[in-house]
């Protein structure tokens, strides 16, 4: 497993970015598929965005399609979140995850960032 850290949340008016940033450790970081999940209050977590091992797949979910950006740095074993045009309804806690396997649960998780948008 590797161990996962977020930061880059924080305040922003609607219309506004922010760059959320998510660091791992270990030697491993570029045999896991990456991707961002996010929780809202009295909400469930959803699946926002993937990122495959190579970076050069992405996927993401309609809500934030066009909007959002997933990117990783497999020399500084790092992912990112590009998080443009944000809107009141993306105020949540983002979720980094890692997926070892092409399918399945995701194996690691992150501590969480908190994200709000005000309008």
């Not at 996962?4 to 949340?9: F, I, N, R, T």
């Not at 950006?69 to 590009?82: E, M, P």
């Amino acid at each position: 497993q590797v161990q996962l850290v977020e930061s880059g949340g924080g305040l922003v008016q609607a219309g506004g970015s922010l760059r959320l940033s998510c660091a791992a450790s270990g030697r491993t970081f570029s045999s896991y598929a990456m991707a961002w999940f996010r929780q809202a209050p009295g909400k469930e977590r959803e699946f926002v965005a993937r990122v495959e091992k190579s970076g050069d797949i992405t996927y993401y979910a309609d809500s934030v399609k066009g909007r959002f950006t997933i990117s990783r740095d497999n020399a500084k074993n790092t992912v990112y979140l590009q998080m443009n045009s944000l809107k009141p309804g993306d105020t949540a806690v983002y979720y980094c995850a890692a997926r070892l396997g092409l399918l399945g649960p995701y194996d690691s998780w992150g501590q969480g960032t908190q994200v709000t948008v005000s309008s």
